[in-house]
């Protein structure tokens, strides 16, 4: 009988690639994937780091697996990704957590079967991080989540040092991938079946770094767009500093350009975005999403903000707050500043609760209300949606997105990956209702 894996992943949509590709490594290795953790010969455990609250949810997930280990001694337990890049994890775990077998990282993660292997031969735990690569492997098996949509890393690593994160230590120098290597792996998923292709690297807008012929983002995103079979491209994420607009003119052009950005903007204050290390002021960052709305009709914009930086004054807070009004977010995700060992910002002193939680609700507070406001330009429309499957809070209904990204649930009979025409009955705040139309 075939031995069974499960992989548990915690963290971004890179993480989430890489644990397809490490899923596509153990198929190709003649495991077969299992939602029972009890009934697994392999698990892996792909950690995030970015904030603290991933790194008790990981700790916590990790400590369930004692049990199995306990049960089941013969089961490889394994622990990758972020945090294993930063030596202070590896030692906990070797300290704590003893029942972990194999420890590998962010930038070997082809190794893995060798890895896997060669513990099964000696039952020796084993331990295998590069601190960087300049290498990127190419032809890795992939078994993806969806036939209709997949993940394509364009680029990998940060270079911009934000001064409060973690992934430039744990993701390395930025890299991009060859362009033909990406439109290759594009028309072969094209050819699959696949429509719908999310482009993924930390900063989109600055590929190129390290190619010998150099192409920007603008025209790779082209040449994605001119696959045939391919309806739709996002990419994420997009840094302010470096949205050309050669970029919004190709969006603006490419009917299958996916009209919705996300553009971190992460404080309103350019005193805190100073000492953020983001490299833009709060007047570029609104003249921009102006721009944006301006030249690409319908553009969603989404954002990422963190609430409690160090030093952050109610001043600076009334800044970001007046920020997220004048720029009329689609969707946005709050953070709360969490302070990474190894970070600029770690060195500075933290701001208390009691300053931090007030500021936080007012920011959701208000941007519920744009949210709400925003979601109302859909009622009554006809949108064009791509099933991705049974609605989550209903079975009976399907669940898919709009070009624009936005959630919608609604009736009728399709498919996952059918493309539909969607009548919105009802916009919700996070979500839209609706009932497919049948011609
Ligand atoms: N490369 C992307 C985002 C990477 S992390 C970008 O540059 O936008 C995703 C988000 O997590 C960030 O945009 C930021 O808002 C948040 N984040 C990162 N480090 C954080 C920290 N130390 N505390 C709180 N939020 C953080
Ligand atoms: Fe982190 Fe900044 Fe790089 Fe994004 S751009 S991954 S926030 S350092
Ligand atoms: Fe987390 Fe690493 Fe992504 S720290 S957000 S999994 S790059």
Redesign the pocket.
Known sequence: MAEKYKIITFGCQMNENDSEKISGMLAEMGYLESEDTDQCDVIVINTCSVRGNADDKFFGALGQLKQLKQTKPEAVICVCGCMMQQEVFRREIKEKYRFVDIIFGTHNITEFPELLNRYKASRKKLESVLEDTPDIPENVPVKRAFKHKAYVSIAFG?D???SY?I??YTRGREKSRRPEDILKEVRCLAEDGCKEIMLLG??VNSYDKGLDDKISFAELLGKVSDIAGIERVRFM?S?PKDLSDELIDVIAERDNICNSIHL?VQSGSDRILRLMNRHYTREHYISLVNKIRDRIPGVAISTDIIVGFPTETDEDFADTLDLVRKCAYDSAFTFIFSPRTGTKAALMEELPDEVIKPRFQALVDTLQEIIVSKSQIYADTIQEVIADGRSRSNDMMMSGRTKSNKLVNFSGDCSIGDTVNVRITEAKPYYLLGEMLHD
């Open positions: 940060c911009n040092f934000c994160c992934v430039p930390q900063n994420t840094h971190p």
